[in-house]
């Protein structure tokens, strides 16, 4: 193979004909590949879109997922679903209403769904069971800090904790809650916290604290 002769960088022109040479051989070897000859295009990351023709319910997703095995798992407009590497398969009790929004399927195999108008459902075993229907349900949410660990945030009905094998309320009555999240809290200790339309709270002692009451920015937090 003859290869092309290398001007000296020093020389008039020098970097500017390395960098051209280059260029061509990215262009060339693109080009034998198949592949784009525009070199913009070979710098761009690839991004795969995933919608309906992949399994997905609808191409809306609300809340994302994954189990301790590493599937991910959506909720959409039009109910749940669990990716397997290469597509979506719909997973969703037959007569559950209105959009998905929670979604949390735990180690043990369960799996727990809310939805928007539908109240929360739990697969387990293959078999499917609908708790509170007349909820409105934002997330599902495993705590590691408090105990009993399960919680969904409502619209409207403040929040809901499992415990005895039923959802019970638990705290931030009449409130919109939109999201549960754990981090540092006040005191340098991890902390569960809630957000929604009436503001920030903090779980402390056993009870719901509200943070910044003062700071009008707070006053919605759609998410934590």
């Known amino acids: 193979m003859n290869w092309p002769t290398v001007p000296r960088l020093g020389g008039p022109g020098g970097w500017r004909s390395v960098w051209i040479m280059l260029l061509a051989w990215v262009l060339a070897g693109a080009a034998q590949a198949g592949g784009p000859k525009d070199p913009f295009d070979l710098a761009r990351p690839h991004v795969r879109l995933y919608g309906t023709e992949t399994g997905l ?45 929670g979604i949390l399927p735990l180690a043990d195999g369960t799996l727990w769904l809310g939805f928007e108008t539908g109240g929360l459902w739990r697969q387990k075993e293959n078999q499917w069971t609908s708790f509170e229907p007349t909820m409105g349900i934002n997330q599902v949410f495993e ?18 904790r499992w415990t005895g094998g039923q959802w019970v309320p ?19 200790r991890m902390r569960l916290w809630a957000g929604g339309r009436g503001g920030l709270w903090v779980w402390e002692d056993r009870d719901w604290k509200r943070v910044g009451k003062d700071q009008r920015f707070l006053d919605d937090a759609n998410a934590v």
């Open 143 to 160: 705590s590691r800090v408090v105990q009993p660990s399960l919680w969904a945030t409502t619209r409207g009905k403040g929040l809901l």
């Open 170 to 188: 638990a705290g931030l009555a009449g409130q919109w809650v939109w999201k549960l999240s754990e981090c540092l809290g006040p005191d340098g």
């Open 57 to 101: 319910p609808s191409g809306t997703v609300y809340n994302l997922a994954r189990d301790p095995s590493g599937h991910l798992w959506a909720a959409t407009q039009e109910g749940a679903a669990r990716f397997d590497g290469l597509a979506w398969t719909p997973v969703t009790p037959p007569s559950a209403k209105g959009p998905c929004r």
